[in-house]
């Protein structure tokens, strides 16, 4: 295969728009926490006097000027240093003139992402493998009934909510069957029912693409024109078909595991899995503001990497893109 | 040979039972779910069970409750005295130990109240002081607890601030916020942020050996998870996964009902949910009895209670129920009663009056359906002729509001929850009643003055001080009580657990049957 400048020059070019849109998602992200709660009132309480709000406030940074405080942001994103909890360790360290301790926000977000990364990678590795096979099976007996049946489970997996489905699960699986543990991390069979209650809408919306987008192929000229020649049908399906209808279906998995990674929030919450979505949340509550600045850079870098390897994924795909 | 291997096995394994530790244990690991993941785990978070769910199993205080009467025991103190109006002694108990090997004495003691009750650490268990609290040494043994002002609650104040290691404070105070370092029945393990903490049975416990202990160590272990799904932490117990599950909704207890292994185990705390309406400094109107009658009147606060307070117990007109100290026995809830509220508003309207417009607010996840309560709170104002605007908020909105002091464009109303530990009016008016109490609406010098004279009594004189000022905050709709929470926990069958009003998940008060 071969790849030429012309490939580099477009993977560069996506990558300098990644960082810009990085930059601008997360300046969007530093402006809008700035408007959501005061967080020093949240560390110290209804009952805490105006002096020692302010005094925690000073000391969090926040009585700066704004262009004080976003000099010192973008400083810290390009470095990688995204500040200090307001959580963990400062209400005592911070307090006791000791805030050299206080944890660094970025290594306690990294410290969730391989959670994330099990769970999300999981989810779309099951999603694909279950649902190609179900979009081609039915692409491949249009209006058939196992083509309908597959379009009312498609159907029903991308209208089902997630939430009521995740409790569905707990209840028949952990509960009546005793198959699954009900939630929380650390083995293989844990990450089965919240995979299961993520996978849902990726399996509707693969199986859908890929059966439309198989149908279409299928419809043009060329493969009539094999299938003339006498090549098999399923070869024709497989081999000639799907290679060119793969172009939707991998934007369809690009989009879908950026919705897994943007989802995992409502379901890491609900089964205890300890991610960056779960750690999202809980930031939020109390208003952690650097905390939250780590978590949303490292799920935005992740949107931002899997959109690269889909583009990386084009080129590999459509010759036109490698070659120039 | 087989023989020689089984006498020696026999051998290691009575040796095994011989070396074994005093307490009891043997009772494998105590799984415990709650709802939300501790914050911190430093000593002031366990002031609150809610805020650091376990923790009193590491740490103790000077005092504890009684879970049936709620009198005040000794724990770390084994007794108190009053020496002046201001100066408590407190003895502490001989040859306890922290689990870092130093001694507790009184040096250690006083170190870890001035840190607690500190104005600059400010924490948030303040809220729950009276006059400001330091500690000095007067004796190996004895801690001396100093009060600005005269506060007969001291000894039951003590029983909020847990004790923890000086030397962890003085040296490495920033590891007091992730290594609880106590003299309780659990030695702090770890906590592993995001997914549990948890600690083992201490076999130096002074509780193993002492006549007074509260308590017998049964399991061997404590785990701490945190799940903030009902259904799933319901769900943790019936699948064997956990032993309590915390603060179920009734949904679910009717749930476990109709399982097999299953109890809920519900009782009344000592939390309450009111309704706190802006007084003195807001909107004219706002300060006007008729106004503030019409408003209290105008709502169904039983039916609220009954129908949409999910586990409560009714209150009689008044924050605290009848064990609390100042309980008035002659009022009542306000009647419902939409007729009488609407001819109020009408009166109002015909004098020249423009009726505000009232916000009414409730903080997100603070009690099980609190948004439908103030929905249901807007329609009732809504037919007496009050417009309303609702809202529940994030705690990061709600809080700011909720001690900013009323002015005179605002007509804002709360639902909201708010503890009292203590069981004392004492307490409610210091935060609810008084000009500058954290999160009052109300300021009225005299009130004011009266309650602070109430706060420095005792016995009889202390109860009818405290009443009559309850009375009159009845007669000035101050606040409109709406129920009392009591929280529901799932838990095996065949579980014991020994608790009170403040709900404190403590290991050696629990205990399986089966």
């Known amino acids: 295969m071969k790849i030429n400048n012309a490939f580099f020059a477009f993977i560069l070019k996506r990558l300098l728009n990644s960082v810009i849109l990085l930059v601008i998602v997360m300046s969007l992200v530093f402006f809008a926490n700035r408007q959501i709660g005061d967080p020093a009132r949240m560390v110290l309480g209804n009952g805490a006097s105006e002096e020692a709000v302010l005094n925690l406030r000073t000391q969090m940074g926040l009585e700066d000027p704004m262009s004080q405080q976003y000099g010192r942001f973008l400083y810290g994103l390009a470095t990688g240093d995204l500040g200090k909890t307001f959580r963990f360790g400062l209400s005592d360290s911070v307090r006791a003139g000791n805030d050299a301790n206080a944890l660094s926000t970025l290594p306690i977000a990294m410290d969730r992402l391989p959670a994330t990364l099990i769970l999300a990678g999981a989810t779309i590795i099951f999603s694909v493998l279950v649902a190609l096979p179900l979009g081609l099976y039915a692409a491949a007996r249009p209006r058939s009934p196992p083509d309908r049946a597959i379009g009312v489970l498609s159907l029903a997996g991308v209208s089902i909510v997630e939430y009521w489905f995740a409790l569905v699960l707990v209840l028949v699986f952990a509960v009546q069957f005793a198959w699954f543990p009900t939630s929380g991390y650390g083995t293989v069979a844990h990450v089965v029912l919240p995979a299961l209650a993520l996978s849902l809408r990726p399996i509707g919306r693969i199986t859908q693409i890929a059966r439309s987008s198989l149908l279409d192929e299928m419809a043009k000229p060329y493969i009539t024109a094999a299938k003339g020649r006498g090549i098999p049908m399923r070869r024709v399906a497989a081999v000639h078909a799907l290679k060119n209808a793969a172009i939707p279906i991998v934007t369809t998995i690009g989009d879908e595991t950026i919705n897994v990674v943007t989802g995992v929030i409502i379901i890491e919450t609900i089964f205890g899995w300890p991610g960056i979505g779960a750690l999202t949340v809980d930031a939020l509550s109390i208003r952690d503001i650097p905390l939250v600045e780590a978590t949303v850079f490292l799920l935005v870098l992740m949107v931002l990497t899997i959109n690269l390897l889909v583009d990386v994924a084009y080129a590999f795909l459509n010759p036109r893109l490698r070659i120039g | ?514």
């Open chain 2, 1 to 514: 040979m087989r023989n020689t291997v089984s006498t020696k096995s026999l051998a290691l394994a009575l040796a095994g039972v011989l070396a074994a530790p005093a307490h009891a244990a043997g009772g494998g690991e105590l799984v415990i779910v709650g709802n939300q993941e501790p914050q911190s785990m430093q000593a002031q978070v366990a002031h609150k069970e809610v805020n650091g769910i376990g923790l009193r199993n590491v740490i103790e205080q000077l005092t504890r409750l009684d879970p049936e009467t709620n009198e005040v025991l000794p724990m770390l103190a084994v007794s108190w005295e009053q020496i002046e109006p201001t100066v408590w002694h407190f003895d502490l108990r001989d040859g306890v130990k922290f689990h870092d090997g130093t001694d507790l004495d009184a040096e250690a003691a006083a170190v870890s109240i001035n840190w607690l009750w500190s104005p600059e650490n400010s924490y948030p268990v303040r809220d729950m002081m009276g006059p400001q609290i330091t500690a000095e040494v007067v004796d190996e043994d004895t801690v001396a607890v100093i009060t600005d002002g005269i506060d007969p609650l001291l000894p039951r104040r003590m029983y909020l601030g847990g004790i923890t290691s000086a030397r962890q404070i003085l040296e490495e105070p920033e590891d007091h916020s992730v290594n609880p370092i106590g003299t309780g029945p659990y030695v702090f393990d770890e906590w592993k942020q995001g997914q549990y903490w948890t600690s083992t049975a201490n076999p130096d416990w002074w509780g193993n050996s002492a006549d007074d202990t509260y308590g017998e160590i049964f399991y061997d272990s404590v785990r701490v998870v945190w799940r903030p799904e009902a259904l799933v932490r319901s769900a943790m117990v019936e699948s064997g996964e956990a032993q309590v599950a915390m603060f179920l909704t009734r949904e679910e207890c009717d749930r476990f009902g109709a399982a097999s292994g299953i109890d809920c185990m519900v009782k009344g705390s000592d939390t309450f949910l009111q309704f706190r309406l802006d007084y003195q400094g807001a909107h004219p109107l706002l300060q006007d009895q008729k106004f503030r009658k019409a408003i209290f009147t105008g709502i169904n606060w039983e039916g609220i209670r009954q129908n949409l307070m999910s586990l409560s117990e009714p209150l009689a007109g008044q924050m605290l129920p009848s064990v609390a100290t100042g309980f008035a026995d002659g009022i009542e809830q306000y009647a419902y009663d939409p007729q009488g509220a609407r001819a109020l508003v009408d009166e109002l309207k015909a004098a020249g009056n423009e009726i505000p417009t009232l916000e009414v607010t409730t903080r997100l996840g603070s009690t099980p359906r609190n948004g439908e309560m103030i929905e249901a709170i807007g329609a009732m104002l809504g037919a007496v002729g009050i417009p309303t605007r609702i809202a529940v908020e994030e705690p990061g909105i709600f809080n700011p509001r909720a001690v900013a002091k009323p002015t005179p464009d605002r007509s804002y109303a709360w639902l909201h929850v708010q503890a009292n530990p203590l069981m004392d009016y004492a307490l409610t008016f210091g935060a609810h009643y008084t000009c500058a109490g954290n999160v009052s609406v109300f300021c009225d010098p005299d009130f004011e003055a009266r309650a602070n004279a109430a706060a420095e009594l005792t016995g009889d004189a202390r109860h009818e001080a405290l009443e009559a000022l309850v009375v009159e905050g009845h007669e000035r709709h101050i606040v409109a009580p709406v129920g009392l929470l009591q929280r529901a926990y799932g838990v095996v069958e065949g579980f014991e657990w020994d608790f009170g009003v403040d709900h404190r998940i403590v290991a050696v008060n629990m205990r399986e049957t089966k």
